[in-house]
């Protein structure tokens, strides 16, 4: 068995008496791709978050190449990860430039970005589109 990338173990998100997320276990491994989907309220955004490290369970802990994450962890972690939200961060600029915001941030050249971006298009099957303006894509 492959190293575990992220594993969730136990997780609960509670809002007073309302449990908004309650997953038992979840291991992604190296290389694998995660979809989450579900309907309106379901803790989608609330698990992604969680994922992410920009929120607190209430209760579970949180797993990074097999090691358990601190509270004082999520920083140096989170700075390696990347999010992609549904609605454009910059609704002025193309889908490429959505996705390589977060490494011309970093001030990653714009030869290292594309090397790092395109290949993460083709993998995704959104290559295609990556010179549409970004608030010209269906939300869903």
Not at 12 to 35: F, H, K, N
Not at 57 to 83: C, E, N, Q
């Amino acid at each position: 068995m492959a190293e575990a990338l992220v594993a969730l173990e136990n997780i609960i998100v509670s809002y007073g008496d309302s449990v908004a997320l309650d997953v038992p276990s979840l291991i992604v491994e190296r290389g694998e791709i995660l979809a989450v989907i579900g309907p309106n309220g379901a803790g989608k955004s609330t698990f992604l978050r969680v994922i992410g490290l920009l929120q607190q369970p209430t209760r579970g802990k949180i797993y990074f190449h097999d090691r358990a994450v601190l509270p004082t962890d999520g920083l140096a972690i989170r700075r390696r990860m990347a999010s992609v939200f549904q609605e454009p961060l910059l609704l002025n600029a193309s889908v490429y430039e959505n996705v390589a915001l977060g490494l011309k941030l970093r001030g990653l050249d714009r030869h290292a970005t594309e090397q790092r971006v395109l290949p993460w298009l083709e993998r995704l099957g959104i290559s295609q589109p990556a010179k549409r303006q970004a608030r010209t894509l269906s939300g869903g």
